[in-house]
């Protein structure tokens, strides 16, 4: 079983739209959830993460862990063109060391 | 804004031939990772490294992969013969000590396209 699964994409909405983005994951020792973006030819870049099971918010953008379902998610309102890009999810039991998903590519139509 | 730089960005080279990566963290961090992504495929960690050792590694990490900070400045990513599967982007990251700002976060470099032929 792998250790991150990630829907490939990619998502196409409208600009405004509430955008979800999700992961599953199968190792229940993963204790960090990061969401990176990544833009075409560059590094990942870190969005947010959460610590835990929960919630967290940050602008526009919300990550929520449920680890009894080992399910990650990123919401995004409000979408922008600017938010255009591959969304990774990375997570992992240290800072050292992040198992990443394959990447959603999303685009947001203006 | 300080960032992670590496070199080259391109970097193409015959099948068995050894390549060095290049990367400059940032200036006071102290923590370095080597990541590679396949094309089409996902970020994959390589190695972690901190105190001149390394701290964690992975089973793609193997005898063919050493990796070494020469320098105050450097950190660097040997592989010693290359093959075919080796053609990746090839990130290098850092982070600042821990209980410091952004201590929580891999700062990612632009990547080394490497192509082996």
Redesign the interface.
Known sequence: QKEVEQDPGPLSVPEGAIVSLNCTYSNSAFQYFMWYRQYSRKGPELLMYTYSSGNKEDGRFTAQVDKSSKYISLFIRDSQPSDSATYLCAPGDNFNKFYFGSGTKLNVKP | EPE?TQTPSHQVTQMGQEVILRCVPISNHL?F?W?RQILG?????LV?FYNNEI??K?EIFDDQFSVERPDGSNFTLKIRSTKLEDSAMY?C?S?PPYGTSGS????????TRLTVL
């Not at chain 2, 495929?41 to 960690?45: I, S, Y």
Request: hydrophobic share 30%; aromatic share 30%; no cysteine.
């Open positions: 992670v923590y990772y990541y495929q996902k970020v994959e960690f972690s701290s964690e992975s990130f990251a982070s929580d976060e891999q700062f990612f470099g632009p990547g």
